[in-house]
C-alpha cells in the first residue's frame, strides 16, 4: 500500500485520524472530475518528460512513467479501472495507479508540481478541447441555416417589432439574422480559447517551484500558447471557465430566442411552419397535439447555462488568492454547460433541416398588418413630400383602409389620391409585398438579391 491508497486512514503521518465517510463523501470530486482523465494524463506526460530533459528525473523514471500511464489510459478506456471515492479526485486516483504500476518512478512524477496547478492545467487542457468541438458543432448548425435561408429567399415573413406587424422581410434574411449570432458566438470562442490555452504548471502551489523547470517547453508539446506569467494568478485564476460559460450562455440565449420563434410559428395561430415530426411529441391525453418539445426544452435549458454563469461567477466573488477549495465546485457547472450546449447545437443543426415552411400562411399575415405603409410613405417622399408629413398621410390612409376593413394595399386609387393627388397607378407595385422586399436593396436589407449574396458570404466564410 503506497501512501496515496492510505489516504482513508490520514492523509500522511501528519494525520492523527481519519476522515469519516461523509467529509470523504462532501470533499471528493473524482465522480465527476474523473472525465478529466485524458487531460490529466496528457499533462503529467508532458511534465515528466520536461522533468527528464532538465535532468531533474532519470530516463529511466521517465519510461517507466511513460509506460504507467499509457497503461492506465487503457484501463480508464477499457473500463478496467477502479476508480476511488477514498482518492478524492481524478489527479490522485491516477497518481496512486501510477505509483502501483511504477513505484519510486511514479512517486517522482509529482516533483515540482501541485494539485493546484495540475488541476489548472487539466480544466483548461478539456475545455480547450470541448471549445473546438463546440466551434464545429457552431459551423454545422450556421450551415445547416443558411442551407434554411437559401431554400426560402423568396418567401415573405412578416417582420415584426413588437410583435405587431411591422414590414415584410424574406423568410432567409430572418434566418440569416440567426447566422450572424451564431458567428459572433464562434467569434467569442476564438477569443476565449486564446485564454484557456495558457499553461499554469510550474506555478506548483502558488510561489512557483525551485527545480528547473522549463515551463515554456511543456507549454509548447501541450500546444498551449504561453503560460500564466504569474504562480498566484496561475493556480487561483478561473476567468478562462467564466468567460467561456458567459459566451455559452449568451449562444444559449440565441437558441432561445430562435426556439421562441420555432414556437409561436409552429403554434395554430401563426401556422407559418411545421417541424418534422421526430422532433415533436404527442400529448398522452389530446389525441390531436404535436407539441415542438425541442425547442421548449432547448429555452428551458438557457435558464440552466445561465444559472451556470452565475453559479461560476459567484463562487469567484470575494475568493482571497492564492488557490482555495471553492475552486472544486467549477467543474460541475462547466461540465454541465459544455454538455448542454454541445446536444442543443447538435440538435438545432438537425431540426433545422427539418423545418417546412409555409409560405401562404405568412403572405398572409404579412397581408394583414398594413406592413407595406412605410412604402407609401417613402413613395410619397420621393415625390418631394417631407418624410414626416408623408408619415402623417399614410396614417390617416391606413385609419380609412382600417375603417374599410381592408389593407391600405386594397385601397382603390381614387381613394388613396385623395390623401395626395401625387399618387398614381404605380403606386401597387410599391404596395406590394414583394415590392416593399425588393426596394430593400441595401446592404444588410432583404430584398432578395442582398439576401443571396449574404448566403454566398456565409457559403464562402463557413467552407
Ligand atoms: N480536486 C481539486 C479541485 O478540483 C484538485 C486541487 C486540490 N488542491 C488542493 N490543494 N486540495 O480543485
Known amino acids: 500500500m503506497n501512501q496515496l491508497d492510505k489516504k482513508s486512514q490520514g492523509w500522511s503521518a501528519l494525520f492523527s485520524e481519519p476522515m469519516s465517510e461523509l467529509v470523504q463523501r462532501y470533499t471528493a470530486s473524482v465522480f465527476f472530475d474523473k472525465r478529466m482523465w485524458r487531460a490529466d494524463i496528457e499533462g503529467s506526460l508532458a511534465h515528466a518528460r520536461m522533468l527528464a530533459g532538465q535532468g531533474v528525473i532519470a530516463a529511466a523514471d521517465l519510461q517507466a512513467i511513460e509506460a504507467g500511464l499509457g497503461a492506465i489510459a487503457q484501463e480508464i478506456e477499457s473500463g478496467q479501472f477502479q476508480w476511488k471515492l477514498e482518492l478524492e479526485d481524478v ?3 491516477i497518481e496512486a495507479r501510477l505509483i502501483q504500476l511504477a513505484g519510486d518512478a ?3 512524477l509529482h516533483t515540482g508540481r501541485s494539485r493546484n496547478d ?18 464545429e458543432l457552431l459551423s454545422q448548425l450556421q450551415l445547416a441555416l443558411v442551407d434554411l435561408a437559401d431554400r426560402n429567399v423568396e418567401v415573405i415573413l412578416p417582420g415584426f417589432t413588437h410583435l405587431q406587424v411591422a414590414q415584410p422581410v424574406s423568410f432567409g434574411h430572418h434566418m440569416l439574422a440567426y447566422v ?12 476565449v480559447r486564446r485564454r484557456v490555452n495558457r499553461l499554469p504548471l510550474g506555478a506548483a502551489a502558488l510561489a512557483g517551484t525551485s527545480y528547473r523547470l522549463d515551463r515554456e517547453s511543456v507549454a509548447r508539446s501541450l500546444g498551449m500558447e504561453g503560460v500564466c506569467q504569474n504562480s498566484i494568478d496561475a493556480v487561483s485564476d478561473r476567468d478562462f471557465a467564466i468567460e467561456f460559460t458567459a459566451a455559452a450562455a449568451l449562444a444559449m440565449v440565441h437558441i432561445s430566442r430562435l426556439s421562441e420563434e420555432l414556437v409561436l410559428w409552429m403554434s395554430q395561430n401563426f401556422a407559418f411552419i411545421a417541424i418534422a415530426d421526430r422532433f415533436t411529441t404527442g400529448s398522452s391525453i389530446m389525441p390531436q397535439k404535436k407539441n415542438p418539445d425541442v425547442p421548449e426544452l432547448a429555452r428551458g435549458k438557457t435558464g440552466r447555462v445561465v444559472g451556470h454563469l452565475m453559479g461560476l461567477i459567484t463562487l469567484m466573488k470575494g475568493q482571497p488568492l492564492a488557490y482555495n477549495k471553492d475552486n472544486q465546485e467549477d467543474k460541475e457547472p462547466l461540465f454541465d454547460t459544455v454538455d448542454t450546449l454541445k446536444d442543443t447545437l447538435r440538435i438545432f443543426a438537425e431540426m433545422a433541416g427539418g423545418i417546412t415552411v409555409r409560405p401562404e400562411a405568412m403572405e398572409q399575415a404579412a397581408l394583414k398588418g398594413h406592413a407595406t405603409a412605410t412604402d407609401l410613405a417613402d413613395y410619397l417622399a420621393k415625390k418631394g413630400v417631407p418624410f414626416r408629413d408623408a408619415h402623417e398621410t399614410v396614417a390617416r390612409a391606413v385609419k380609412a383602409a382600417i375603417a374599410s376593413g381592408v389593407d391600405l394595399a386594397a385601397l382603390p386609387l381614387a381613394t388613396l389620391q385623395q390623401f395626395n393627388p401625387a399618387i398614381g397607378q404605380d403606386v401597387y407595385g410599391v404596395l406590394s409585398l414583394r415590392g416593399s422586399l425588393d426596394a430593400r436593396d441595401i446592404l444588410g436589407g432583404t430584398a432578395p438579391t442582398q439576401v443571396r449574396a449574404q448566403v454566398a458570404r456565409h457559403r464562402a466564410r463557413l467552407s
Open 180 to 191: 450572424e449570432m451564431f458567428s459572433r458566438d464562434a467569434e467569442r470562442l476564438v477569443e
Open 91 to 93: 489527479h490522485l486516483n
Open 106 to 108: 511514479g512517486k517522482r
Open 118 to 135: 495540475q488541476v489548472a492545467t487539466d480544466v483548461r487542457l478539456w475545455l480547450r478541447g470541448e471549445i473546438d468541438l463546440i466551434l
